[in-house]
């Protein structure tokens, strides 16, 4: 968050930042469900860093020549974006590493999960879960029904600059996890996917964050 706000004031951007901090038991299921699917489906079961899919990302990487594949758990997501500059490079993603397995140590998996729900980047300056779900949908993430939460999830690895294409697709990819184990029936799965994105709230919020 800070150094979003050094970007923006170096940019003379002037955004208000939204953050509204909710306990664990005030996220709906829904987004719960979706974000693990989407970003960490191991989550509850390793120990910070699934080394399976850290294995790959680094060989995609040197296949590639590029940074670009992260692999990172949720705890690895949370240990950057409390500690540690956004930057692609090897050394920090050891340091991600490193401080994910201490807050494994140090902390219980729901406080984890709860942290995390509450900081990570939903758009330009909108933080968290809550915000996130006031800002585009107008509701609590209390009330986020499985099509909001896809959205939602579906935004996360590129919440400043999505295109709706893409967003549509990450969302629908979402959904299909979704009932794929057994979260929605193949007759809601097949009404749902064909919802426009933010639909319910046109009029409110834009179609996708805006971009810098």
């Known amino acids: 968050m800070e150094l979003r706000d050094q970007e923006y004031k170096q940019k003379?951007?002037?955004?208000?930042?939204?953050?509204?901090?909710?306990?664990y038991?005030?996220?709906?299921?829904?987004?719960k469900k979706a974000i693990l699917l989407s970003e960490d489906a191991g989550f509850f079961s390793h120990s910070g860093v699934d080394m399976n899919e850290l294995g790959e990302a680094f060989k995609k990487d040197w296949e590639t020549g590029s940074?670009?594949?992260?692999?990172?758990?949720?705890?690895?997501?949370?240990?950057?974006?409390l500690y540690l500059n956004p930057s692609k490079n090897p050394l920090r993603k050891v340091k991600e590493i490193v401080i994910a397995w201490q807050l494994e140590q140090a902390l219980p998996k729901r406080r984890i999960f709860e942290i995390y729900l509450n900081i990570v980047e939903w758009g330009r300056d909108v933080y968290g879960a809550e915000a996130a779900s006031r800002f585009y949908f107008g509701k609590s993430a209390a009330n986020?029904?499985?099509?909001?939460?896809?959205t939602l999830a579906a935004l996360l690895p590129s919440p400043r600059s999505s295109r709706e294409r893409n967003l549509l697709?990450?969302?629908?990819?979402?959904?299909?996890?979704?009932?794929?184990?057994?979260?929605l029936s193949a007759e809601e799965y097949n009404r749902v996917?064909?919802?426009?994105?933010?639909?319910k709230v046109e009029e409110q919020a834009p179609l996708i964050p805006q971009q810098d």
């Open 12 to 23: 003379n951007i002037r955004v208000a930042r939204q953050q509204i901090w909710v306990p």
């Open 25 to 31: 038991g005030a996220v709906s299921d829904h987004l």
């Open 67 to 81: 940074f670009k594949r992260g692999g990172s758990t949720i705890t690895m997501q949370l240990a950057k974006n």
């Open 144 to 150: 986020l029904d499985p099509l909001e939460a896809a």
């Open 169 to 183: 697709n990450r969302r629908n990819l979402i959904l299909s996890r979704l009932a794929r184990v057994g979260y």
């Open 193 to 199: 996917k064909e919802v426009r994105l933010f639909q």
